[in-house]
C-alpha cells in the first residue's frame, strides 16, 4: 500500500507542478502583454514627408493704381476723385520670374453693388511689367462712390481700391 500511496502522491506531485508550470506560463505571458519588450534600438518618431511646395504664381500683382491719365511708359498716378467725364484707368504693375502668359481683370462696382464695367487685358509678362485697362463712359459716370477689383489669371490680386465720381 505504501508504494501504491507513493504512486499516487507521485501523479499529484506531477499534476500539481503541471499546473503550477502551465498557470505560471500563463501569468508571464499576460505580464508580457502589459509591458512591450525591450527594442535592441531606441524606438524614433517616423520623420515626416517633406510638405509638397506650391510652385509660385507665375505672375503676380505688385500694383494696382487708379487714375485718369497714362504717360508714355503706362505709369498712371493715382487719385481717388474723378470728374464725371473722366476715364477711370486702372494700372496693373505685374511680375513674372519667366515669361509667361497673364490674363489681368479690373471691375469697377458702383456702391450699389451694380457692375459699372467690367474688361480683360491679356499679354505676356516677362520680369517688371505694366498693363492698364481703361474705361470710359458714352455718358457721364454716375456721382457716387466705385470699388476697383482687379485678378490676375483669376486670381484676385488683393488690393482693391475705392474711387469716387463728384
Not at 63 to 85: C, E, L, M, Q, R
Request: net charge negative; charged share 15%.
Amino acid at each position: 500500500m505504501n508504494m501504491k500511496l507513493n504512486r499516487t502522491s507521485y501523479a499529484l506531485l506531477i499534476a500539481l507542478a503541471g499546473t503550477v508550470a502551465f498557470a505560471g506560463c500563463k501569468k508571464e505571458n499576460h505580464d508580457d502583454m502589459a509591458t512591450p519588450p525591450a527594442a535592441s534600438e531606441p524606438m524614433t518618431e517616423p520623420t515626416p514627408a517633406p510638405a509638397p511646395m506650391e510652385p509660385a504664381a507665375p505672375v503676380a500683382a505688385t500694383s494696382v493704381t487708379v487714375g485718369n491719365t497714362a504717360a508714355a511708359d503706362k505709369s498712371v498716378t493715382g487719385i481717388s476723385t474723378f470728374a464725371p467725364s473722366d476715364k477711370i484707368i486702372v494700372s496693373v504693375n505685374t511680375q513674372a520670374a519667366d515669361a509667361a502668359n497673364a490674363t489681368i481683370d479690373a471691375k469697377l462696382t458702383y456702391q450699389d453693388g451694380q457692375v459699372a464695367g467690367q474688361k480683360s487685358a491679356t499679354g505676356t509678362a516677362d520680369g517688371m511689367g505694366t498693363t492698364n485697362i481703361e474705361f470710359s463712359n458714352d455718358k457721364p459716370w454716375p456721382a457716387g462712390t466705385y470699388k476697383v477689383d482687379v485678378m490676375v489669371n483669376g486670381q484676385p490680386a488683393g488690393m482693391t481700391q475705392q474711387i469716387e465720381v463728384k
